[in-house]
Nanobody, 115 residues
C-alpha cells in the first residue's frame, strides 16, 4: 500500500523558516490535489495549503503571505515553504493526497516554534 513520507519538521525560533516535503512511496494515479493540514494540541485538524492538478493553490488565511506550497509534478512530491514562523504555527503537519478513489495521509511531522 502506498504511503506518504514526510520530512523537514523540527524546532525553529520565532521568525525562522522550515521546508516540509512529502513524497509517495509508490505510484498514485490521477491525483486531484496535494496539500498540507495541521493539528495543534486540543484543536481540530485544519487545512494549511493545497495545490490542485492544474497548479492552483489555496491557503488558510492565517498563513497567507508566509507559506508557499509547491509541487513537483514529475516526482509527485509536494513541498511547504514556511517563513516568518510564529509559536501559533506549532502543530503536527500532515501531508494529504487526494485522487479519484480516496485520501492518502502521511504520518505527520512535528513543527515546534519556540525560543
Amino acid at each position: 500500500q502506498v504511503q506518504l513520507v514526510e520530512s523537514g519538521g523540527g524546532l525553529v525560533q520565532p521568525g525562522g523558516s522550515l521546508r516540509l516535503s512529502c513524497a509517495p512511496s509508490g505510484i498514485i494515479f490521477s491525483i486531484n490535489a496535494m496539500g498540507w493540514y495541521r493539528q495543534a494540541p486540543g484543536k481540530q485538524r485544519e487545512l494549511v495549503a493545497v495545490i490542485n492538478s492544474g497548479g492552483s493553490t489555496n491557503y488558510a488565511d492565517s498563513v497567507k503571505g508566509r507559506f508557499t506550497i509547491s509541487r513537483d509534478f514529475a516526482k509527485n512530491t509536494v513541498h511547504l515553504q514556511m517563513n516568518s514562523l510564529s509559536p501559533e504555527d506549532t502543530a503536527v503537519y500532515y501531508c494529504n493526497v487526494k485522487n479519484y478513489r480516496r485520501d492518502y495521509w502521511g504520518q505527520g511531522t512535528q513543527v515546534t516554534v519556540s525560543s
